[in-house]
């Protein structure tokens, strides 16, 4: 019997397949085919364009106009003696301008950087969506795990009790025990169908998410790998969470960038010089009037009253730095405290495993013996099945507390901000996200060369349904 239900807990985690699914094929499954990953990754990319979006406004501004008027009608004056003139003209007229703003005190430069600070906070939220959605394919594949040990205990847990549902049936047909024990065993069959019942739709449950995250269904799991090394003490972890964690990143980077913003907004109040040109062409088909004209100058321009506006943009800029900042201070204590509930989850599945090994021996070495003492009369059915089941929950405590330290030993990392594709060295191919910010960041014409490898890249980025 004992030997029966230790078998069964070897089924899932520890036993040795051929073909298995691994820990790293659940991580590569999750890091290639995540829709979440995918749509933040085109945030991303979204970001990128503001920097040349921001960057236009310290380029020249070419533009043309054309027009074409068509004026019929009939005049008359005393130019002409009172007479009346026919008037049917058409005039063409084509114009070309360029503007080039020259200084505004560093405004709308300071507006780029903090386009570009902005770009590196979206990089570091996207690490923080990868950490999530690793973590989370860690959680699913031991979960799976979990989950296929119970069934197997539960499967094993019911076919002993038959077998002992069937010996108090041949020993109360001959007067060895009462009807008594024999529905005992009866309700422990009925009771361990129940368990079984609600394993299997664990299961379902458990392969399901691991399919929604993985992107296919699990096939049989290999053996557990080995713990991820990580920090032993709390402090050393949280020092380098606050080094290394996206989020503390993301919120830095939103404090340097709302700075250059308050700086950006001061100097609007400031003038503006730009330099303007116009290139203009008029002619009328049905004389010989033809104009051509062109100009330059240097335009200065500065605010006088704008009703409060400028202002308040500028205290809305500080206070938006101040929230930032604000922000910055909160989010470094909850990465110090997710860390020490990593560590505390971690420290907490290790000491259960620990006891439930302990748990396993005492309640085996009881099962056994009560087993024993009811073939010579001194223990009752009850007995039996209660020392059976003190054994199962023993077996059924070491599967799950197998299994929780491995996901809080994976949450340690994550807390730690080291749960990435590429700090776990996946066997994929890592998304640079330099690589779309440095094709667009000069602002590429579309037709132009770099223009059509931007949108040969873009067409390979392009996400199917």
Not at 165 to 189: K, Q
Not at 196 to 211: F, G, K, M, P, V
Request: proline share 3%; hydrophobic share 45%.
């Amino acid at each position: 019997m004992a030997g029966g239900i230790a078998a069964a807990v070897a089924f899932g985690f520890s036993a040795t397949q051929t073909v298995a699914d691994t820990l790293a094929d659940a991580l590569v499954g999750a890091y290639t085919h995540s829709g979440l990953l995918a749509q933040n990754r085109a945030l991303l990319r979204a970001a990128d364009e503001d920097v040349p979006i921001a960057l236009s406004a310290l380029r020249p501004i070419i533009t043309w106009t054309g027009n074409l008027n068509q004026a019929l009608g009939q005049t008359r004056s005393s130019t002409t003696g009172g007479a009346e003139r026919t008037i049917d003209s058409t005039t063409i007229s084509l114009e070309l301008s360029a503007s080039w703003q020259i200084y505004d005190f560093g405004a709308d430069a300071s507006r780029v950087e903090a386009t570009k600070v902005t770009v590196l906070a979206s990089r570091a939220s996207l690490l923080n969506v990868e950490q999530a959605l690793l973590l989370r394919a860690a959680t699913a594949f031991f979960n799976v795990g979990r989950q296929e040990n119970f069934v197997a205990l539960s499967q094993n847990n019911l076919r002993l009790l038959q077998q002992e549902l069937r010996a108090a049936n041949d020993r109360f047909e001959v007067g060895e025990v009462t009807r008594t024990d024999v529905s005992l065993a009866e309700a422990a069959v009925a009771q361990a169908r129940s368990n079984l019942a609600d394993s299997e739709r664990n299961l379902i449950q458990a392969q399901a998410e691991y399919t929604n995250v993985v992107g296919r269904q699990p096939g049989r799991l290999s053996g557990l790998p080995p713990l991820p090394a990580t920090e032993t003490r709390i402090d050393a972890a949280q020092a380098v969470a606050v080094r290394s964690h996206p989020e503390m990143e993301t919120a830095r980077r939103q404090v340097s960038a709302n700075e250059l913003l308050v700086t950006a907004t001061g100097q609007d109040m400031r003038p503006v010089v730009s330099l303007n040109s116009t290139l203009s062409l008029q002619e009328q088909f049905n004389s010989e009037d033809r104009t051509e004209q062109a100009s330059i100058g240097i335009n200065v321009t500065g605010p006088i009253y704008q009703g409060g506006r400028l202002s308040a943009l500028e205290r809305q800029a500080i206070a938006n730095r101040d929230a930032a900042r604000g922000n910055l201070h909160n989010v470094r204590h909850v990465v110090q405290q997710d860390v020490v509930i990593a560590f505390s989850d971690f420290t907490a599945a290790r000491a259960c495993l620990a006891a439930s090994e302990r748990q396993i021996r005492a309640a085996r070495v009881a099962f056994q013996g009560v087993r024993e003492e009811a073939t010579l009369g001194a223990r009752t059915t009850l007995d039996v099945l209660d020392a059976e089941q003190d054994l199962l929950d023993a077996e059924s405590n070491r599967i799950s507390a197998q299994a929780d330290q491995y996901i809080a030993a994976y949450a340690v990392l994550e807390s730690m901000g080291l749960l990435t594709a590429q700090r776990l060295k996946l066997p994929v191919q890592i998304y640079d996200p330099a690589a779309y910010y440095n094709l667009v960041q000069n602002g590429p014409a579309k037709r132009s060369k770099q223009g059509k490898q931007l949108d040969r890249v873009l067409r390979a980025l392009q996400v199917d349904d």
